[in-house]
């Protein structure tokens, strides 16, 4: 079965490129991005890392810790770490977990249980290893997406979609299509016109169903 929204993340033991970790302990009372990979040493995941390496004082603003998954070694992902330095001219200064037994990824359902990887192996091998995971402080799965082995993924969109979902969360609205910051938020059905206005005073009605108020 896959994992599922809701669902509390699998926990496990692994080593990183900073050292073993437990990963609900590691994990905290922060929130945390697991991203994961099919290969070091490969282009698009090169500038990913390289994106996520430059975005470190994003992250740390939103209280989250950011965790990479490459079905490499230890070492392979510290020599990684410095092409992907040269690449994008940030450090990775986040943990990289060392997946070559495939654990980690059938744990979070990337790959079939039987999956192995052979000698001479390619990232074809692994190529469903391209997820994203935003998971609460309640270890509870937030959002998830796979992409493709061909198509680098965006993370300002990944950045946005944990500003929404931190938002959501503390303030239990809802976030339109393409919202950023600053911008108005949607009431949920489940709350009345009274209550409504009790709680975030004046409104707009759109549709009966669809009313949109700024935060305050």
């Not at 900073?18 to 991203?35: C, N, R, V």
């Not at 249980?113 to 609460?136: K, M, Q």
Request: charged fraction near 25%.
């Amino acid at each position: 079965m896959s994992l599922r929204i809701n669902a509390v993340v699998p926990d496990f033991k692994a080593e990183t490129s900073q050292g073993p970790i437990q990963f609900h302990e590691w994990i905290g009372d922060s929130w945390a991005i697991l991203f994961s990979h099919p290969k070091d040493f490969t282009p698009v995941c090169t500038t990913e890392f390289g994106a996520v390496a430059t975005l470190s004082e994003e992250w740390k603003k939103r209280g989250t810790k950011v965790i990479g998954v490459s079905v490499d070694g230890v070492e392979d992902h510290k020599r990684w770490g410095t092409d992907i330095k040269n690449a994008s001219g940030s450090d990775v200064d986040f943990p990289i977990i060392a997946d070559d037994s495939l654990t980690v990824s059938k744990l979070f359902d990337m790959l079939p249980e039987d999956a192995y990887l052979p000698d001479g192996r390619t990232p074809a091998d692994s190529a469903t290893v391209r997820s994203v995971f935003i998971i609460g402080p309640d270890k509870q799965l937030k959002l998830s997406m796979t992409y493709p082995m061909t198509v680098g993924r965006n993370f300002a969109e990944i950045l946005r979609a944990l500003d929404a979902l931190q938002t959501t969360t503390k303030h239990g609205v809802a976030t339109p299509a393409d919202w950023m910051v600053g911008q108005d938020v949607i009431i949920p059905p489940s709350v009345s016109d009274e209550d409504a206005k009790q709680k975030y005073g004046e409104y707009e009605t759109i549709l009966p169903y669809l009313r949109k108020t700024p935060l305050r």
